[in-house]
């Protein structure tokens, strides 16, 4: 167990920097979940703190120790990739114990950890088996124990889950979930799955073009994101973005004209603001509602393209006159909406987030920002 901690890490191939400048401090026990857009560096960073890659600046500990020079099998990490990387011709528990008989330990040593290993994951049974006479599952679980037996302080999962079928990736997620609980190690996890981030992670860190654009619990970052990329990025469906411009500023509170929307008042930071200045207001799908503001809300015309339910809840897509993107509202149940109406959406006050139109930084305040 230990604490891992990035300062001002950078990595280029060539000329092309893909890391630039990341400092992150992981504590000791802790499950943290790297999101980002393809390409925006989340492997590569994995791979620089497994020590497959060396960086090109910056400084990498695990506990007290800089690593940054220390080949992988000394750092102490485990890391479980996509593809499982398990031998074809070795059985599960040669899979299993092949690491450790390098590592010349002693055989009881090994033949412990092994059967902890598979009582723990349930593959007991499979112990004597192929990896091709196992189910994709069954590799993953596999491939999960190789990392276990290493007992490392930290745990490195590179998207484990993306082969594995819709049921079972729930499955494997809540399994992964209760490992953590009981072993307690620091775990850093690569996804492109937002319920995965959510759900498992004690802090997110949302990557954009090498950079960590914020890192936070999932609910502050789903309920203060810093800026429109994460606000952009995190929550499904995706937040709904209207432009407008900064038409008064008074003390901390700032009127704003956005197209269809009325008179629409919000408290901001006002620091660095002004008046012209373009914003964009963020309403996430289900926090409009449709009907008729009441006390306190704003309403914008809202005109429905067309529905879909998936039973539990419904999706209405259309649009608001002046803005050029689609709208998305979503309901809960199954709500039969007339497609072609034009109807009436709320939103209160205090679910409108207010960003800066050049560069995105958020600019409203809510009461949680003091
Ligand atoms: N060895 C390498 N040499 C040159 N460029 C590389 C190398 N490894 C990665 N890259 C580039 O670095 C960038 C980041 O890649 P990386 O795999 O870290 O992204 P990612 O966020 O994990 O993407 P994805 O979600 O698609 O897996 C990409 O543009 C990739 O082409």
Same mark, same amino acid.
């Not at 167990?1 to 400048?21: D, N, T, Y």
């Not at 996509?82 to 010349?104: D, I, T």
């Not at 998305?328 to 006050?349: I, Q």
């Given at each position: 167990?230990?604490? /891992? $901690?990035?300062?001002?890490? *950078? ?22 979940? #790297? ?32 690593? $940054? ?26 899979? /299993? ?9 002693d055989r009881a040593e090994i033949d ?19 990896? !091709? ?10 491939? @999960? ?30 399994? @992964?979930? !209760? ?10 996890? *690569? ?20 950079? %960590? ?9 789903? +309920? ?9 990025? @995190? ?9 407008? !411009? ?18 629409m008042v919000l408290p901001v930071d ?6 012209? +200045? ?12 449709? =009907? ?7 309403? *914008? &015309? ?16 259309? !649009? ?8 998305? %509202? ?12 034009? #109807? ?6 205090? =679910? ?12 409203? =305040?809510? &009461?949680?920002?003091?």
């Open positions: 167990m230990a604490s /891992l $901690s990035l300062e001002g890490v *950078v990595k280029a191939f060539g000329e092309h920097p893909i890391i630039r400048g990341v400092d992150l401090s992981i504590a000791d026990g802790e499950f943290v979940v #790297l999101v980002g857009p393809s390409g925006c560096g989340k492997s590569t960073l994995l791979r620089l703190i497994a020590g497959l890659e060396g960086v090109t600046a910056g400084r990498i500990r695990i506990g007290e120790h800089d690593v $940054s020079a220390v080949g992988p099998a000394k750092r102490g990490v485990a890391m479980v990739f996509q593809s499982y990387a398990l031998y074809p011709h070795m059985s599960v528990a040669k899979n /299993l114990s092949f690491g450790l008989e390098n590592l010349r330990m412990r950890r092994v059967g902890e290993a598979a009582r723990m994951l349930e593959i007991e049974p499979l112990l004597q088996r192929r990896p !091709r006479e196992l189910s994709g599952g069954q590799r993953q679980r596999v491939a @999960i124990g190789r990392a276990i037996v290493r007992d490392p302080s930290v745990f490195l999962f590179d998207e484990p889950l993306s082969n594995l079928d819709a049921a079972l990736r729930v499955q494997t997620r809540g399994e @992964i979930t !209760r490992l953590h609980r009981r072993l307690r190690t620091t775990m850093v996890y *690569v996804t492109h799955d937002q319920i995965e981030a959510m759900t498992m992670a004690d802090r997110i860190a949302v990557m954009n073009r090498g950079e %960590v654009e914020q890192y936070g619990p999932p609910l502050e970052l789903f +309920d203060r994101p810093a800026n429109l990329f994460v606000a952009g990025f @995190i929550g499904s469906p995706k937040m709904n973005f209207f432009s407008g !411009r900064l038409a008064s500023l008074t003390g901390r509170d700032a009127e704003v004209h956005l197209p269809g929307f009325g008179r006002p620091s660095g603001l002004a008046l012209g +200045d373009p914003v964009t207001l963020g309403v996430r799908p289900s926090h409009f509602e449709i =009907r008729a503001a009441a006390a306190g809300e704003f309403a *914008v &015309p809202f005109a429905v393209d067309y529905a879909e339910s998936v039973g539990t809840e419904t999706y209405v897509y259309g !649009r608001v006159a002046g803005h050029a993107a689609d709208v998305v %509202v979503l309901v809960p149940g199954h709500r039969p909406v007339d497609e072609g109406a034009t #109807l009436s959406l709320a939103v209160p006050a205090e =679910r409108c987030h207010l960003f800066h139109g050049a560069g995105g930084r958020r600019i409203s =305040r809510t &009461p949680a920002d003091g």
